[in-house]
């Protein structure tokens, strides 16, 4: 049932932020999603927050999704959007935009924490220069259901014969999973692939514990079948393969090409501006995707 488990590993963001990555290992993804770092849990001291300047993307969607806190988030489609706990912030890049992630303005004066994922997910090749576009979706507009122990909130794609109402542009799946006292998850992804991304407490799979955090990726097709006793949080991921991308600091391709142009358009700053924003995040330096497949520079 199981292919892999896989220990995320730190890695440096700005201003001595860093995140757990989950995703890409050994240069792949699960489904369409290529890229997931889990934020947090950030403590702030009244004043201090996170500050992630303007920064670029193209050839997919960012999902933010807040488990606690709050982010503002400003982009070059003119939107000016605060996420908070349970919402979604979907980004479509296509043929570019750029954005910031700022502290929320209601938060300054107050301690404060941040807990969340950013995914990325890759968009089919025909679709990779489609128009960027933002959408944003509050808590209340996503399928919330039980089933026995087991709470679910379908964040994106469809699941459980219910559908998010998240536009995406390939088959997947994306769910906040919350598992109670001695539950059993029951899944079929359908021939897609599959993974659970396991936040806090610990699992049984085909009688190994598992604890977090950890990515299992299952055999894809598999049934998924697993265990928990009680206080486990995890994301139910996947989707069909959109196949392979190449991946530059922000930018994601199935060209070097698109990479190398969209290198050339940031380092000139001739991608679109964001309106109250006036830094912006240089190009790295011309550092190799490492051999885990991650690019070390990437952004959320």
Not at 77 to 86: S, V
Not at 128 to 154: N, V, W
Not at 258 to 263: G, L, M, V
Request: hydrophobic fraction near 40%.
């Amino acid at each position: 049932m199981i292919e892999r488990i896989l220990e995320p590993h730190v890695v440096p963001l700005v201003h001595d932020l860093s995140v757990r990555r989950a995703l890409p290992r050994g240069g792949r993804g699960v489904g369409p999603f290529i890229f997931l770092d889990h934020m947090g849990v950030w403590n702030y001291e009244p004043g201090k927050s996170i500050d992630i300047a303007p920064h670029p993307h193209i050839g997919l969607s960012t999902l933010t999704y807040l488990f606690e806190g709050e982010l503002l988030h400003r982009d070059s489609l003119q939107t000016k959007q605060l996420i908070q706990p349970g919402d979604v912030n979907w980004m479509t890049a296509g043929g570019g935009v750029a954005h910031s992630e700022r502290m929320s303005p209601r938060l300054a004066n107050t301690p404060h924490r941040i807990h969340g994922l950013q995914a990325w997910v890759a968009l089919p090749a025909e679709q990779e220069d489609r128009p960027a576009s933002f959408t944003h979706h509050p808590r209340a507009s996503l399928p919330e259901f039980s089933i026995g122990a087991i709470q679910y909130k379908l964040i994106a794609g469809e699941a459980f014969g219910r559908k998010s109402p998240v536009e995406t542009f390939s088959p997947l799946f994306y769910l906040d999973v919350r598992l109670g006292a001695d539950s059993k998850l029951v899944f079929d992804p359908a021939r897609q692939e599959c993974a659970f991304y396991l936040i806090s407490g610990s699992i049984s799979v085909g009688g190994n514990e598992i604890a977090s955090p950890q990515l299992i990726i299952f055999k894809t097709g598999a049934k998924v079948e697993f265990d928990a006793k009680s206080g486990t949080h995890g994301v139910l991921l996947g989707g069909e393969s959109v196949g392979p991308r190449k991946i530059w600091w922000n930018f994601v391709a199935t060209t070097q090409d698109r990479i190398e142009n969209a290198k050339a358009l940031w380092r000139e700053q001739k991608f679109p501006r964001i309106p109250e924003e006036t830094e912006f995040i240089p190009l790295p330096p011309e550092t190799p995707i490492t051999p885990k497949g991650d690019s070390p520079h990437a952004k959320s």
